[in-house]
């Protein structure tokens, strides 16, 4: 029985390293690229760096979550693993930002793979009993990557190079790729099936074109420009040009028969939508540390460590509960907690302190961190091993996609009313603004030398419209945090049964 555990353990460390490091390639470059377009230039290209991995992680997920289902988990996650390798090795070559952005395209079809993988494969080898301590062990590095990340690409980047956020993928991915390439051996047998290449393509053109409407508008192309409008006309054509193909295809690549399902749909729904609310905290929370109360840009990583810790209690213990208590009644708890903490972040000002502002974090870092495992246990909840791939990696998706249109939908919000606060400010015109100081991104206040070039005066009116600002983002980001909690009462009352689960695992061990 030992023997037995071991391997247990060295498959679930296999993925739950696969795990961290595809999830942690989401913000170990950021710290990191300040440096990168220093050195290489392409100021105007660098957003492509971050937009290419996130563009085709998502693309990748519902497609692989699919194939796994129809052809095995095993070959599809460690093609994943190489594909993540392979693409970290070049962009540790790469001698451009073009480069590096079609290399980040090849990481995240790797990410794809993993991620979407990754918790079925935990649901086919962990028995019903050990299942919610699992969920919530992958809960947890969900949050602390959102932390390591930043903290390590900002160190590797100081005291190495660059290059190093990339490389450090291949020892890792090599001790993942051997723990599940030796140790897991699947039990399912799968028959080969149609594939739906035309949904896949229209799958990866919609996302595209909603992903890249969203980076490029407002900043490198007006809203109203023929290419934001073409991007948005095409992102429409091609959704429903795919659910036309779905509902036709004998194996479609995203079942909509799966959201026949009410605690399958309003899982999901809770995933995108307390995803959007928590990005908005993740993002301008360090922004309202540095820009406002004057914290240091070199451990920005830091102030988001009281938010990472809350959420890995929550994960760890919305794991353990998940056989005690209704998945709702876990996820409604917990929501009132993200809600509670946007309530009071937008009443934040220039005077708020320190402690406030961690209590904060502490309290949305408890409110997201159930949904990190939780909500991965109930899509799965029902379904058979062969619907698992696709259900698990819709949930990614979901959740991706929520958190993506968080980040620009209130990153528009939070420029437009900070240009509002100033104009009134300054006066029409604002001819008091240096030139060098972009109204549309507050980063610029992070930067400890531009504080220190603006006149008192003016820093202090900028800080005000800034803390004004952010504090205006977060009463908007009430709005899906409070949707996010309507969908999770309107989830069924089902809780996981690790008797009735224990019948299938059986059957296929």
């Known amino acids: 029985m030992s023997k037995l555990q071991n391997k247990l353990g060295i498959i679930v460390g296999g993925l739950l390293l696969a795990i961290l490091m595809a999830s942690m390639d989401n913000t170990i470059v950021a710290t990191a690229m300040g440096t990168v377009v220093g050195e290489m230039g392409g100021l105007d290209k660098f957003v492509w760096v971050t937009t290419a991995y996130m563009v085709a992680e998502m693309a990748c997920m519902p497609i692989f979550g699919k194939l796994s289902d129809m052809y095995g988990r095993k070959r599809f996650f460690i093609f994943g693993i190489i594909m993540f390798m392979i693409g970290s090795a070049l962009c540790g070559m790469a001698m451009s930002i073009v480069q590096l952005s079609l290399f980040r395209a090849v990481q995240g079809v790797g990410a794809g793979a993993m991620v979407s993988i990754a918790f079925t494969i935990l649901f086919d080898v962990v028995s019903p009993t050990d299942r919610g301590k699992m969920m919530g062990a992958f809960g947890a590095v969900f949050g602390l990557s959102s932390v390591i990340g930043p903290l390590l690409g900002g160190y590797i980047t100081d005291h190495l190079n660059w290059s190093w956020i990339f490389y450090i993928n291949l020892p890792l991915g090599f001790i993942a790729l051997l723990m ?56 429409v054509v091609l959704t429903i040009l795919l659910i036309v193909v779905e509902k036709k295809a004998v194996e479609p690549i995203i079942s909509f028969r799966l959201f026949r399902s009410r605690l399958y749909t309003t899982s999901n729904l809770v995933a995108m939508l307390s995803g959007a609310a928590y990005m908005t905290a993740a993002i301008f929370i360090p922004i309202y540390v540095q820009g406002v109360l004057g914290g240091s840009a070199s451990n920005s990583g830091l102030t988001l460590l009281p938010m990472m810790i809350g959420s890995v209690v929550t994960a760890t213990l919305g794991g353990i509960l998940m056989t005690k208590l209704q998945y709702r009644t876990i996820m409604m708890g917990t929501l009132v907690l993200l809600l509670t903490g946007l309530v009071l972040l937008s009443q934040i000002t220039a005077d708020s302190s320190r402690l406030l502002i961690t209590i904060i974090m502490i309290l949305i870092g408890l409110g997201i961190g159930a949904s990190f495992s939780v909500l991965s246990s109930s899509v799965l909840h029902s379904f058979p091993m062969a619907q698992r791939g696709a259900a698990s990696s819709t949930l990614n998706f979901n959740r991706s996609l929520g958190m993506s249109l968080g980040i620009t939908i209130f990153g528009i919000v939070q420029s437009h009313s900070m240009l509002s ?46 803390s004004s600002s952010i504090g205006t983002t977060f009463a908007w980001s009430l709005i899906p945090a409070a949707l996010a909690l309507i969908a999770a009462f309107l989830m069924t009352k089902d809780k996981m049964d690790p008797a009735a689960e224990g019948e299938g695992y059986a059957a296929a061990h």
């Open 180 to 235: 599940i390439a030796l140790f897991y051996k699947e039990t399912q047998t799968h028959s080969k099936q149609t594939i739906d290449w035309a949904g896949s393509i229209l799958l990866v053109g919609a996302v595209v074109c909603c992903i890249f409407g969203l980076e490029l508008g407002g900043k490198t192309y007006a809203w109203s420009s023929p290419q934001i409008v073409g991007l948005f006309s095409g992102f």
């Open 421 to 466: 606060k100033l104009t009134q400010s300054l006066g029409a015109g604002n001819t008091a603004v240096p030139s060098e100081l972009n109204l549309n991104d507050p980063h610029a206040l992070l930067i400890p030398a531009f504080r220190e070039s603006l006149d008192p005066q003016l820093l202090n009116t900028v800080t005000l419209g800034l």
